[in-house]
């Protein structure tokens, strides 16, 4: 029994494969064979199986995601090793660039 206060992504995104997107089964398998999923990992699939949302959808979903210290300094890392902007990074994840300035002078300062 799991005890903590996290969904079980895993298992959502499994069940939902196996029911409405079979077909894409074979992409996400890698995903979905890690131990445990990472916030960045849950991110993929999510945009893997709904890569055709609506505008809408996608500024609601937006505004409810929340991130890990550990998740936001995997992104920092990101940009890093991509030697991204701050402009870019936010454009490749999604987010504020005011975010990314926030992420940086909290995380990396």
């Known amino acids: 029994m799991n005890l ?4 079980d992504y895993k298992r959502i995104y499994s069940d939902m494969i196996t029911i409405k997107y079979p077909e894409k089964r ?9 131990a445990n999923l990472s916030t960045l ?13 609506s505008k809408e959808n996608s500024e609601f ?7 890990s210290k550990s998740t936001i300094v995997k992104i920092l890392e990101y940009q890093k090793k991509n ?16 975010t990314v300035t926030k992420w940086k002078n909290k995380f990396l300062l």
């Open 61 to 67: 979903n937006q505004k409810h995601r929340s991130y």
């Open 41 to 53: 990992d849950v991110i993929e699939i999510s945009q893997i199986l709904f890569n055709k949302s």
């Open 83 to 98: 030697k991204l902007n701050n402009s870019q990074l936010a454009k490749h994840f999604k987010l504020s660039r005011n």
């Open 26 to 34: 074979e992409i996400c398998d890698q995903l979905l064979s890690k």
């Open 4 to 7: 903590q206060n996290t969904p």
